[in-house]
């Protein structure tokens, strides 16, 4: 039988299920929103082993978490609990949220009795830890976290909490005749479904949605009645070894008005898909309209359409490019110092190796990395024929990043990097292509962080010019081992899957949402596939 171990997450929302008509176990101040100084009300039994103090830069929900700070390997005194009611026969699924910025400490979750362990190893974000219990008297019960030491403690670590759950009521069904939106969820278990769990956020960071209890091997289908708005579907499997195929055939699905959004079921832990529901884009573009000759399309046939929305941009220039990176390529996502933005350089957990002040850190000449940024063509300009507009100068494919970690990039294809010859500072790598990838020449591979936008700007080059690149495959050694000589797929095989599973890993982020209205703006067209992430599997498959 598997053994069921704590839950490893990416992004961190408190997870909470209840059966119908169970009475409530509920955590009171579980946000931590509450303080007498650094004290979170209904929380006891703090000990001198952690000190505690609220937090309002580092939380998850709400306007503050908990920072501890565990300052002792005496793992006898590093407590933090309250006492909650709970009923005969009543199944009741606590949860917390943990993020730890060192990884020599483990939280470990409290609910009558010491349950399971963070993972460590995680650091610079969240992650959940969760636990079912199912009462055998009307009783209460300790709920709370410990906090253990591992190798590498240096006496002081920083750890922040939040989000402990249950403190709401359950989610009630959908109600007759919606008259938002309307969405068809559809999940199919596997043979260990109490493993499973999943949840629906919107953009408020509230949970309109969310699993209760589920039976093996069943599935389960639900309407959602969905505002307008922005929102991210999570789930979540404890072992790490998601819904399918070890252990039966289990999948989920989301489809909105007959089009399926995303689908899944093949994941470790955790797998996350962001989506977009109503009409108005972030700089105020009516979508529906600038879309409206694609509604209802699948296939080469949806790509087409959308070839014709945006091919007709206005070409700014190469230089230009200098312009637009100085406004809108700028870090206020990640250490938000206003910098640019390199996805060669940017590391998202932790202080970046170094930083360009925009405008300024140009290049010109560079011999090592961190000398200067330049203008990366993902989509490398001499698979097109080099300095043709409007590829040349299209911002929608050009980022900015270290000039050094650029020409070290070359033309070559993006793919997974199985014997690395060049590291960048952020863990970007240049090598030879992993054994079994499908291709076994020279690639370069970014760090996951980027991995989706990537992806997306070449879904966007295989749609804008789509009249022009089946000549493109003949430019270069490079451009031949990635293009198939079609408009249709455009990609070689190996290389389309790999671009899909990078869209469906990395799911767009606010930073690729606002860099897509400043393009839209700056040159008159979208991406379709930051706007619709769906659309590349209703024209490329799953």
Known sequence: MKKITMKNLSLALALFSCITGAAQATVLNGGFEQWSGNQPASWSLIDSGIALSPSTTIKLVGDKAAAITVNTGDQANTDIRQSVNVSAGQTYNFSTAVYHTEGHVRARLYVNG???????????QWQTLSYSYTATSNTHIEVGLRFYDV?????????????????????????AGCAATTATFSLTTDSYASETSWQLTDDD??????????????????????????????????????????????????????????????????QTHTFTVGSSGGDGTDLDAYYAEAAGLTGYTLKTALHNIIKSHTAQGYSALWTFFTVNELDNYYEQDGTILDI?????????????????????????????????????????????????????????????????????????????????????????????????????????????????????????????????????TEANAALNGT????????????????HQLDPVSQKERDRNDAAYQYQGNRNPFVDHPQFVSAIWGN
């Open 151 to 175: 190798s590498g403690f240096d006496g002081s670590e920083l750890v922040y909490v939040d989000d402990f759950q249950p403190t709401t009521t359950p989610v009630e069904p959908p109600p």
């Open 344 to 476: 060669y350089s940017e590391n998202p957990a932790a202080t970046d190796a170094y930083v360009y002040a925009a405008g300024v850190d140009q290049c010109g000449t560079y011999n090592s990395e961190a000398d200067c940024y330049n203008r990366e063509h993902s989509f490398p300009r001499s698979w097109f024929g080099g300095a043709v507009e409007p590829m040349n100068s299209d911002v929608h494919h050009i980022f900015a990043t270290d000039g050094f970690v650029n020409s070290k990039r070359s033309s070559y294809p993006y793919g997974k990097v199985g014997s690395a010859s060049y590291t960048s500072a952020n863990g970007s790598k240049l090598g030879t292509a992993l054994s079994g990838s499908g291709y076994n020449g020279t690639v370069f591979e970014p760090i996951d962080e980027f991995k989706g936008d990537i992806a997306r700007a070449y879904f966007y080059m295989a749609t804008r010019y789509q009249d022009q690149l089946m000549g493109w495959q003949s430019n270069s």
């Open 487 to 502: 408009s249709t797929q455009v990609f070689e095989s190996w290389l389309l899957q790999l671009l899909k599973q990078w």
């Open 114 to 124: 010491y349950q399971g362990y963070s993972n460590e190893n995680l650091i610079g």
């Open 205 to 270: 960071n509230q949970q309109p949605y969310a699993s209760g209890s589920l039976s093996n091997n069943t599935l389960y289908t639900e309407q959602w009645c969905l505002t307008d708005g922005a929102y991210s579907f999570r789930i979540d499997d404890s072992y790490g070894d998601g819904i399918c195929c070890s252990y039966g055939n289990g999948s989920y699905s989301l489809s909105i008005n007959g089009v399926e959004v995303f689908t899944g079921g093949n994941f470790s832990y955790q």
